[in-house]
């Protein structure tokens, strides 16, 4: 399959975000990506259920939606509602993680689930046949702009040897600091999903870097 991009919103000019929605309907942007934030999983606190309310029907991109907050299970439908198409879960607020990846199938959701930079791959084994996707950071969540984890190259190989073992579906993404130094390697590793927050949203033509993006090979 070619590899998707998914800008991510949070590094968007909110004073003036009519342009920058404008600019992703045209671009060749798979999906967008949405960073929800609570404050206590991580330690910055970003928008929520209304924002994504307000976007819906305004972008005419799936949304992919990054929840690092406490407890997700108890927002599973209230995102459904908001317009959430892919929800995605981090292992360490997953304490039932089954049940959890079941419930935002159940909704009619695509299930993620997401790994902190320390987070090993391996701790997937058992569960990986029940993701749709799993999201590999490659920095400390909570901000945009931050430095790539060189570690992630690895993490994203012994990802796709799991995947393949196990016979699953799911597709391989990553977060933070990817750019066009970063992204090659990702591809060549296998990963199916890119985010992109600032190298996209502070590019002085984001609709063709977004494109550069999309025409990379692996
Ligand atoms: O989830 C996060 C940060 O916690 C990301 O989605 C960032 O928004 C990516 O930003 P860049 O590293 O691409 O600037
Ligand atoms: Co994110």
């Known amino acids: ?3 998707l991009i998914a800008p991510s919103l949070l590094a968007a000019n909110f004073a003036d975000l009519k342009t920058d929605l404008d600019m992703l309907n045209r671009s060749e942007a798979d999906w967008l990506h949405l960073d929800i934030m609570d404050g206590m999983f991580v330690p910055n606190i970003s928008f929520g259920l209304p924002v994504l309310q307000s976007l819906k029907g305004k972008v005419n991109k799936p949304f992919d939606v990054h929840l690092m907050i406490v407890q997700p299970d108890r927002y599973i439908a209230d995102f459904k509602a908001a317009g959430a198409d ?3 879960v981090h292992y ?3 304490p039932h993680l089954h049940r959890t990846l079941q419930t935002i199938r159940q909704q009619g959701m695509k299930a993620g689930v997401t790994l902190n930079p320390h987070t090993p791959v391996s701790l997937l084994e058992e ?3 029940e993701a749709d996707l ?3 950071m490659s920095v400390n969540p909570g901000f945009g702009g931050q430095s790539f984890i060189e570690n992630t190259y690895h993490k994203v190989e012994q990802l796709k040897e799991l995947i393949l073992k196990k016979n699953s579906q799911a597709l391989i993404q990553v977060d933070g600091g990817v750019d066009n130094h970063t992204a090659p390697g990702l591809l060549k590793a296998g990963a199916d999903v890119l985010v992109a927050g ?3 949203f502070r590019s002085t033509d984001p609709i063709e870097t977004i494109a550069q993006l999309k025409q990379l090979k692996c």
């Open 1 to 3: 399959m070619n590899h």
């Open 86 to 88: 892919w929800l995605n």
């Open 92 to 94: 360490e607020a997953c």
């Open 127 to 129: 569960i990986i046949t």
């Open 134 to 136: 799993v999201l590999l």
């Open 198 to 200: 600032s190298y996209v």
